[in-house]
């Protein structure tokens, strides 16, 4: 049997605004052996930039271009000196991370219901 971190109502859900963008650009963060610095399409005015621990799992070059789910309303967090204004999705499993990605085109923005 699986176990459940906590059960949420369907009301908790839908306060999560996740949306549909595109790695434009990668590159990892000064000082740090983990992190990258991700600039994020989600369909709005200005790329988003987002910080994240995929350097274990994939190269810079592997995530230019991904379409991936990002929770964009996740409060904004000061890692290594710069702001993350939000979170990709990916499964863990073991040691093992992999990015959650889309099965065909889709818009930029386009949220996950």
């Known amino acids: 049997m699986i176990k459940l971190l906590g059960e949420l109502s369907y009301k908790d859900f839908k306060k999560l605004d996740i949306r ?6 990668c590159e990892k963060v000064e000082g740090s052996d983990k992190l990258y610095r991700l600039m994020v399409d989600c369909g709005e005015d200005e790329l988003r930039q987002i910080l994240t621990s995929l350097v274990d799992w994939y190269t810079a070059e592997e995530l230019v271009g991904k379409v991936i789910p990002v929770l964009v309303n996740l409060k904004p967090a000061k890692i290594f000196g710069q702001t993350s204004y939000g979170m990709l999705l990916a499964a863990e499993i073991g ?6 990605t889309t099965d065909r085109e889709i818009q930029n923005g386009a949220r996950i219901t």
């Open 95 to 100: 040691d093992e991370c992999v990015l959650l």
């Open 20 to 25: 549909i963008g595109t790695v434009e650009t």
